[in-house]
């Protein structure tokens, strides 16, 4: 028996990944910048056995259908064929989240799984080899395999993952507040309203264009310490990423009436002199990027339009960790 246990952080990115020039590879169209964030994480354990049957996979402590089963057992493939293991194995992942939240788990989801495999079965890989392998199963984990920032290289099957982004802990001084909209499904999954966007919208050109100019704006940023240079761009960048998809055929949005009212908050937050800039996902929850000193005053100034539990305060936080069976907890992924 070959058992594991990791645990990984959510990242958001600042500079968003939109859209793939390889779906089965998952190689982006363009480089993507992230900060990872303490408010949600997943923790799983894998254990492969020769003694199982078939692989299976809890949740929650849920037993999941056939179907997600199936996607787990399609990444665990990957790795067994690099580790020359041949058991099937069980893997129990627990998401810890606010409640409500309507938080993406698959960047957390992934990249933890991937360190659990990695601690199982002594695969000792790099921080890139991991990344790397994160990727395979979903794009955006391949930066949570790191604390703080992080940008994922475009790159070929062998050269896309992700790498630190220097900032002598800057991120530490940051803080991103979630306005929890909707959890609902969406109408269009984030995979679709991707090869849509990039199939048909006229806008996408573009799109590249500057996304590549911002991306290295950021990191001049970042470098800099500078955060109105940070909030401006990544606030253009998630405007610009989803102008894309009211051009495509047919035209989609993930925004609500509610996501105007929060970004619209936001703008008049920061015109009354605490600085703080919003990002958005492919989904209706508006993201508040500001600095720490500034968190309480503009979470005030948040409550005046939306309700408590609506908002959920996140700091930076750390990279990938293994979590041995009988012992504490250690970073494995450093900044």
Request: hydrophobic share 40%; with cysteine.
């Amino acid at each position: 028996m070959y058992k594991g246990k990791a645990r990984a952080y959510t990242n958001i990115a600042l500079i968003k990944y939109w859209g793939k020039k390889d779906e089965a590879l998952i190689l982006p169209m363009n480089n993507s910048l992230s900060l990872t964030l303490d408010a949600f994480y997943t923790e799983t354990t894998v254990t492969f056995d020769k003694t199982f049957a078939e692989d299976q996979f809890f949740l929650d402590d849920q037993q999941q259908s056939a179907s997600a089963t199936k996607k787990i057992s399609a990444f665990l493939d990957l790795i067994r064929a690099e580790a020359n293991c041949p058991f099937a194995a069980l893997v129990e992942s627990h998401n810890f989240v606010p409640t409500a939240a309507g938080l993406a788990s698959s960047a957390s989801g992934l990249a933890a799984l991937a360190g659990a495999c990695n601690e199982a079965l002594g695969m000792a890989l790099s921080p890139e080899a991991l990344s790397r392998l994160a990727r395979k199963g979903s794009g955006s984990a391949c930066r949570s395999i790191y604390g703080g920032f992080a940008e994922w290289q475009q790159g070929t099957d062998t050269t896309s993952y992700a790498i630190q982004v220097p900032s002598n802990q800057w991120e530490n001084d940051l803080s991103m507040i979630f306005i929890l909209i909707n959890d609902q499904a969406k109408e269009v999954s984030s995979r679709d309203g991707m090869r849509r966007t990039v199939e048909t919208s006229s806008f996408y050109d573009g799109w590249l264009t500057s996304a590549a100019a911002d991306l290295q704006t950021i990191k001049q940023a970042i470098a800099e310490q500078d955060f109105t240079a940070l909030g401006e761009v990544a606030e253009a960048n998630a405007l610009k990423m989803h102008a894309t998809t009211l051009a495509a055929q047919p035209p989609f949005t993930y925004w609500s009436p509610e996501s105007l009212r929060a970004m619209d908050c936001v703008r008049q937050i920061r015109q009354q002199g605490l600085p703080c800039y919003f990002t958005m996902d492919a989904g209706p929850n508006v993201k508040v990027l500001c600095q720490k000193q500034d968190e309480q005053a503009i979470l005030h100034a948040l409550q005046s339009n939306f309700a408590q539990d609506q908002l959920v305060l996140a700091h930076a936080g750390s990279g990938l960790t293994a979590l041995p069976v009988n012992d504490h907890a250690t970073t494995i992924i450093k900044e």
